[in-house]
């Protein structure tokens, strides 16, 4: 009963070796291989906050009744004749608990399927976790989830909060949409103003807030202890506004606009063709790459209305060239497909809907062709700000409408653009825009359950089936798999919402 579902799960069943395995309180956890202790000292963490139990850690043997984590070439799944570079083997026996992997990613993945074997009602002395065989590994290297921390600021204990939630999934991005025509919320040193003025406010005139250089680099560094990976987006050259009240040269006419909370988009554009412009997306790309290991930046590079056709595609192709001379793989929504030139191996992110409009599909199939890859989040099936039913006090409409959980978990990634199959593909990511989200509860309620679904088709095989269009899985099994699950997200505290989908757990934390 795990989410997202492992590419094969056995239980011992009635077999010889179906006894339980008994989580007993002087249990170890024994480590061998670079990069296990790390993984440990998280599972103890974890299981010290979940259950109460704190195994001590020990670089020997496994004992009987212990939990063995083991990194080591050959270690993880084989496919192909090959290790996946996130894949593990998790198996739980009588005897004891062993996780093997090729990479401590991979490990850590494992200790989160284990997170869920593990019942969550776990008090008392004894604590007993079903004989089960796992054997998995992601179908897409990239899974992803977003918030949007421009229109509605989060401070850095709650994106942890949400960092912590998203790794039980196996969800390995976080996409932090820093600024927009609402708020500028990473502080750049060679342009203070950023923050001091385009961070001063946010949607609906709500509070303010920014990143310092090191709450963001501490913010980037808790997330890679769990292998998530943070990609920083700078949204130029529209939903800018921010950045325009800042910097009256940044305008095309020299006028610093006022300060703008509203929700209406593509009325702002950066000076473009203008050399201030261009030391402006230097030094930001320059400030924030240097906060960021990971390998991508994202550009944005959607919506903008106001930047004539000619000058958007001139500003994204050298943004995206600034972008990879600081070392990173640009990013661009899938509107950024319209301009030729763009560097080598950038990715793009579709947006549009599961049935293309207009040239959505061949902008995507774009990048494809200059050597990158595509993020696939449709927005009428991915986008969690959607409202789950029609009268939902949270949440937009404009995406086709209420996005059900039926909704988010039937699509597949390779049946939505033609021509654009696995191969092409980076990953999915599910964007959380947050006009209308205000607390980092009404943003796990949103992003609770659907998420979820969204992780699952990321990170499991796709169904073997023929339907060119959906993809046949089975709702009902996965809401049984979703309501234990739930049983952890009430024992952490995490918010979601209660979709008639699912039978879920009772009593309700809130009722």
Not at 29 to 38: K, P, R, Y
Not at 246 to 258: F, I, K, T
Not at 292 to 298: D, F, N, Q, S, V
Request: hydrophobic letters at 40%.
């Amino acid at each position: 009963m795990v989410v997202p579902r492992p590419v094969r799960l056995e239980s011992s069943g009635d077999s010889s070796d179906s006894a339980p395995f008994i989580l007993s309180p002087s249990a170890r956890i024994s480590v061998a291989g670079a990069g296990a202790d790390a993984v440990a000292r998280l599972l103890r963490a974890e299981l010290a906050s979940d259950c109460g139990r704190e195994p001590v850690i020990v670089d020997e043997p496994p004992a009987f009744g212990d939990i063995a984590i083991v990194i080591a070439p050959g270690e993880g799944p084989h496919e192909d004749g090959s290790d996946s570079a996130e894949g593990y083997t998790l198996e739980v026996a009588a005897e004891g608990v062993r996780i093997g992997a090729a990479t401590p990613a991979g490990a850590f993945w494992g200790v989160q399927t284990l997170r869920q074997l593990v019942p969550a009602s776990c008090g008392g002395d004894v604590l007993t976790i079903e004989a089960v065989r796992v054997h998995d590994h992601p179908r897409y290297a990239y899974r992803g989830a977003m918030l949007d921390v421009a229109r509605h600021f989060f401070t850095p204990a709650e994106v942890k909060r949400l960092i912590d939630a998203i790794a039980l999934l196996k969800v390995n991005h976080l996409h932090l949409h820093l600024t927009d025509d609402q708020g500028w919320r990473i502080h750049i040193e060679s342009w203070p103003e950023l923050t001091r003025v385009g961070g001063s406010t946010g949607s609906d005139g709500s509070r303010g807030g920014f990143y310092t250089q090191a709450e963001f680099r501490e913010l980037v560094a808790y997330a890679a202890e769990r292998h998530i990976t943070v990609v920083p987006e700078l949204d130029m050259p529209g939903h800018t506004n921010a950045a325009l009240a800042s910097y009256p040269e940044l305008n095309p006419d020299g006028v610093a606009p006022a300060l703008y909370t509203g929700a209406n988009v593509g009325f702002s554009t950066l000076q473009t063709a203008d050399a201030t412009t261009e030391r402006f997306v230097r030094d930001v790309v320059r400030e924030v790459a240097a906060l960021t290991p990971g390998p991508y930046l994202h550009l944005g590079g959607d919506e903008c209305l106001s930047t004539t056709e000619a000058d958007f595609a001139r500003f994204m192709r050298d943004a995206a060239r600034v972008v990879a001379e600081n070392g990173k793989i640009a990013i661009g929504w899938h509107e950024v497909g319209k301009a030729d030139g763009l560097p080598a191996g950038m990715v793009g992110q579709y947006w549009d809907f599961t049935t293309p409009r207009g040239r959505a599909d061949e902008l995507a199939l774009a990048f494809v062709r200059g050597g990158g890859s595509v993020i696939m989040s449709p927005s009428d099936v991915a986008y969690l700000d959607i409202v789950y039913e029609e009268g939902d006090p949270i949440g937009q409409d404009w995406a086709d409408g209420p996005t059900s959980l039926r909704d988010a978990y039937v699509w597949d990634p390779a049946r939505i653009v033609p021509g654009l199959g696995d191969a092409h593909i980076l990953g999915v990511e599910a964007p959380l825009w947050t006009e209308t989200v205000t607390s980092i509860e009404e943003a796990e309620e949103m992003a609770f359950p659907r998420l979820a679904a969204v992780a699952e088709i990321g990170w499991s095989a796709a169904p073997a089936d023929t339907d060119p269009v959906e993809s046949v899985r089975d709702v009902t099994e996965f809401a049984e798999r979703l309501a234990k699950l739930a049983e952890h997200w009430d024992a952490a505290g995490t918010q979601y919402r209660r979709v008639p989908e699912v039978s879920w757990p009772e009593p309700a934390r809130w009722s």
